[in-house]
């Protein structure tokens, strides 16, 4: 399928119509809403200003997922329950309760909601991945349910190419039932997915090993890869997500979207650099760029006026 250029940013916080004019006139044609902050009635105004609206639904994370489901908590190999990274609480993938109430808030968007396309995110299994700097990662998860599940699928010992695949399997096989869902309902929605930005054997292969996402399986299933090149955060230069992005598309087959970070973290980003970044993100193969993430280009007046210029006029 086609993809126009997306010239888009993802909204953390609720839309407001105070903001619809300067969402506008940004020149912003795709904008990326948490499924929690949809309003049917902003919505239908910013599609019928031709603006795409794709809904983000956060999977296998969120501290109250802890407290509902204390066995979501993710063990390590050694039986250590996952402490909290910052405002990270990664669960686990394998949970059946997760799972299952996680594909009916897909079904009642899918059926409700009037929007463009669904991305999907944390859709890995747990791991701060923004500050992994080498292989040192602890992996997840061992818990009751998963060694449980690897027993009656595969058997044997939990370790090894066996047990990489299994976990793989699982985050591709949850991706594959969102696209049933997507194509019974026979509507024109985009399935979408964000990406770990790693790279082959980026930290000892921690794609696979520890976040578990197989892209070649997963271009399967996905429309467009949304992948998270948020260069600072990453401590990478900015040529990293040209980088990235090439060898991604080369990997999948599908289009690629990077996200670009706006945010001053964890150091100062120039108006210079972001304009820098935004100009490598959106050279081929890619597909567009997404700006992580609106609200803070409305408190930096300078990065808006970038955005805007970039997107009225250059792109």
Request: proline fraction near 4%; charged fraction near 25%.
């Given at each position: 399928m086609q993809m126009n250029m997306i010239k888009g940013a993802f909204f953390l916080e609720e839309?407001?119509?105070?903001?619809?004019?300067?969402?506008?006139?940004?020149?912003?044609?795709?904008?990326?809403?948490?499924?929690?902050?949809y309003d049917n009635e902003l919505v239908n105004l910013l599609r019928t200003s031709n603006i795409k609206v794709y809904i983000?639904?956060?999977?296998?994370?969120?501290?109250?997922?802890?407290?509902?489901?204390?066995?979501?908590?993710?063990l390590d190999r050694d039986g250590k329950l996952m402490d909290p990274i910052n405002w990270y609480y990664g669960v686990c993938p394998n949970?059946?309760?997760?799972?299952?109430?996680k594909l009916s808030i897909i079904a009642r968007i899918i059926e409700t909601f009037n929007f463009d396309g669904l991305w999907l995110d944390f859709i890995?299994?747990?791991?701060?991945?923004?500050?992994?700097?080498?292989?040192?990662?602890?992996?997840?998860?061992?818990?009751?349910?998963?060694?449980?599940?690897?027993e009656k699928d595969r058997g044997g010992s939990p370790e090894g190419d066996a047990w990489v695949a299994w976990k793989c399997q699982q985050i591709t096989e949850f991706v594959r039932d969102v696209r049933e869902r997507v194509d019974l309902s026979g509507k024109n929605i985009q399935l979408g997915m964000?990406?770990?930005?790693?790279?082959?054997?980026?930290?000892?292969?921690?794609?696979?090993?520890?976040?578990?996402?197989?892209f070649p399986r997963l271009s399967k299933y996905i429309d467009v890869f949304g992948v998270m090149t948020y260069?600072?955060?990453?401590?990478q230069?900015?040529?990293?997500?040209?980088?990235?992005?090439?060898?991604?598309?080369?990997?999948?087959?599908?289009?690629?979207?990077?996200?670009v970070q706006s945010i001053d973290t964890p150091?100062?980003?120039?108006?210079?650099?972001?304009?820098?970044?935004?100009?490598?993100?959106?050279?081929?193969?890619?597909?567009?760029?997404?700006?992580?993430?609106?609200?803070?280009?409305?408190?930096?007046?300078?990065?808006?006026?970038?955005?805007?210029?970039?997107?009225?006029?250059?792109?």
């Open positions: 839309i407001t119509e105070d903001i619809i004019e300067q969402i506008i006139a940004s020149g912003i044609n795709e904008i990326s809403l948490k499924w929690e902050h983000e639904v956060s999977l296998f994370v969120s501290e109250e997922l802890w407290q509902k489901y204390p066995d979501s908590r993710p949970h059946v309760k997760v799972r299952e109430e890995r299994y747990p791991c701060h991945w923004e500050a992994a700097r080498d292989s040192n990662i602890t992996e997840y998860c061992f818990c009751k349910n998963c060694l449980e599940k690897f964000f990406a770990v930005p790693w790279i082959g054997n980026t930290c000892g292969n921690a794609i696979h090993s520890i976040v578990c996402q197989d260069h600072k955060l990453a401590d230069s900015a040529n990293w997500i040209e980088e990235v992005v090439d060898k991604l598309a080369k990997i999948t087959g599908k289009p690629v979207v990077p996200l150091t100062l980003i120039s108006k210079e650099d972001f304009e820098h970044s935004i100009g490598l993100a959106v050279g081929e193969p890619s597909k567009g760029v997404i700006i992580f993430h609106f609200h803070d280009l409305l408190a930096n007046q300078r990065k808006y006026e970038v955005v805007k210029k970039l997107f009225t006029t250059e792109l």
